[in-house]
């Protein structure tokens, strides 16, 4: 129900950011950050609808009200101070962008992108799922997403300037894959190496971004 329910606000997120109040902040802690984290959990919930995270060098406050899938997972929820605690904050390699785990279960989380330059943006990654790599491009103008589903492994390539996912082909395989690694080879092409399911022979793939698409993005 809870992915149904995530699924279903999805289509919500452009329109429901409120630019007047920025949706993630950012602050310098004013003592050391070890000492913060043994007076505080983490992460903890600063005030309603304020969420507060202490990483390795910096406080993130996510204010829900502008993140509208995060606000309505925790108004959906019966303990929102045991949701928030099982969420997990990262930083990734490109400086601006965030990964907030949620809504996890023993072997799944849903999965939001966020982006702390303005305009304030998030994006629902996927749902119900382990996110096991991010990996972003040479020139970092996009990442792709090696997601376990479960039943087998999968990907999705997200362009940063449109803040979309975009297209490379071929797809994934239709038979169940263990992707093992995932390498860019330049700006448009990936090399995936993976094993098939259940005989595990090792295969590798090279997909590339759909030319009629890269067009698109390039007017």
Do not use: H
């Given at each position: 129900?809870?992915?149904?329910?995530?699924?279903?606000?999805?289509?919500?997120?452009?329109?429901?950011?409120?630019?007047?109040?920025?949706?993630?902040?950012?602050?310098?802690?004013?003592?050391?950050?070890?000492?913060?984290?043994?007076?505080?959990?983490?992460?903890?919930?600063?005030?309603?609808?304020?969420?507060?995270?202490?990483?390795?060098?910096?406080?993130?406050?996510?204010?829900?009200?502008?993140?509208?899938?995060?606000?309505?997972?925790?108004?959906?929820?019966?303990?929102?101070?045991?949701?928030?605690?099982?969420?997990?904050?990262?930083?990734?390699?490109?400086?601006?962008?965030?990964?907030?785990?949620?809504?996890?279960?023993?072997?799944?989380?849903?999965?939001?992108?966020?982006?702390?330059?303005?305009?304030?943006?998030?994006?629902?990654?996927d749902d119900l799922i382990y996110l096991k790599e991010v990996i972003p491009s040479p020139d970092q103008s996009n990442l792709v997403f090696i997601l376990d589903e479960l039943q087998g492994?999968?990907?999705?390539?997200?362009?940063?300037?449109?803040?979309?996912?975009?297209?490379?082909?071929?797809?994934?395989?239709?038979?169940?894959?263990?992707?093992?690694?995932?390498?860019?080879?330049?700006?448009?092409?990936?090399?995936?190496?993976?094993?098939?399911?259940?005989?595990d022979n090792e295969q590798e793939m090279i997909i590339t971004e759909k030319q009629e698409q890269l067009f698109d993005l390039e007017d």
């Amino acid at each position: 129900m809870k992915k149904i329910i995530i699924v279903s606000l999805i289509l919500l997120i452009g329109c429901s950011n409120q630019e007047s109040e920025p949706m993630i902040t950012k602050e310098d802690p004013d003592q050391p950050i070890d000492e913060l984290l043994d007076q505080e959990e983490i992460p903890q919930e600063k005030e309603d609808p304020e969420v507060e995270f202490i990483l390795e060098d910096e406080i993130i406050t996510l204010n829900t009200d502008n993140i509208t899938i995060l606000g309505a997972y925790l108004n959906t929820v019966e303990n929102r101070d045991r949701a928030i605690a099982n969420m997990k904050l990262e930083k990734l390699e490109l400086d601006r962008l965030y990964l907030l785990s949620f809504n996890c279960s023993s072997t799944t989380c849903s999965y939001l992108l966020l982006d702390r330059n303005e305009p304030n943006r998030s994006f629902l990654i996927d749902d119900l799922i382990y996110l096991k790599e991010v990996i972003p491009s040479p020139d970092q103008s996009n990442l792709v997403f090696i997601l376990d589903e479960l039943q087998g492994d999968t990907w999705k390539v997200f362009n940063l300037e449109a803040w979309d996912t975009v297209k490379f082909e071929p797809p994934p395989p239709a038979e169940d894959i263990n992707i093992q690694s995932a390498e860019w080879l330049d700006e448009e092409s990936i090399i995936i190496k993976y094993q098939q399911l259940p005989d595990d022979n090792e295969q590798e793939m090279i997909i590339t971004e759909k030319q009629e698409q890269l067009f698109d993005l390039e007017d």
